[in-house]
């Protein structure tokens, strides 16, 4: 059983940066995957990016590529996403989510088998 806590989200505006921290308890987190997916108001969660076990694989959704990155601390039981030139289109309920293959980074929500409960990140324009 993994728990999953987020944090970092807030109020930015268009162009500033953010980091987002997906904090996990148990000693096995290190071998899975973990992702994120977001949800805006009115429109279905979407997947963001995802890291395999070791740091080594990424996937990242097409609009999000050259502003986003997701890494991994393991020793820290910690998984990051910096967000970068932040558009008001990135508002949204960031999730974080971890998968126990360790390597099934899709962007399919089924593939997925624990969830945090999100953190709001509101970009003004």
């Known amino acids: 059983q993994v728990q999953l806590a987020e944090s970092g989200g807030g109020v930015v505006q268009a162009g500033d940066s953010l980091r987002l921290s997906c904090a996990a308890s148990g000693r096995t987190f290190g071998r899975y995957g973990v992702g994120w997916f977001r949800q805006a108001p009115g429109k279905e969660r979407e997947f963001v990016a995802a890291?395999?076990?070791?740091?080594?694989?990424?996937n990242y959704a097409d609009f999000v590529k050259g502003r986003f990155t997701i890494s991994r601390d393991n020793a820290k039981n910690t998984v990051y996403l910096q967000m970068n030139s932040l558009k008001p289109e990135d508002t949204a309920v960031y999730y974080c989510?971890?998968?126990?293959?360790?390597?099934?980074?899709?962007?399919?929500?089924?593939?997925?088998?624990?969830w945090g409960q999100g953190t709001q990140v509101t970009v003004s324009s």
């Open positions: 890291v395999t076990w070791s740091g080594a694989g990424t």
């Open positions: 989510a971890a998968e126990m293959t360790g390597w099934r980074i899709t962007s399919a929500e089924s593939d997925w088998d624990y």
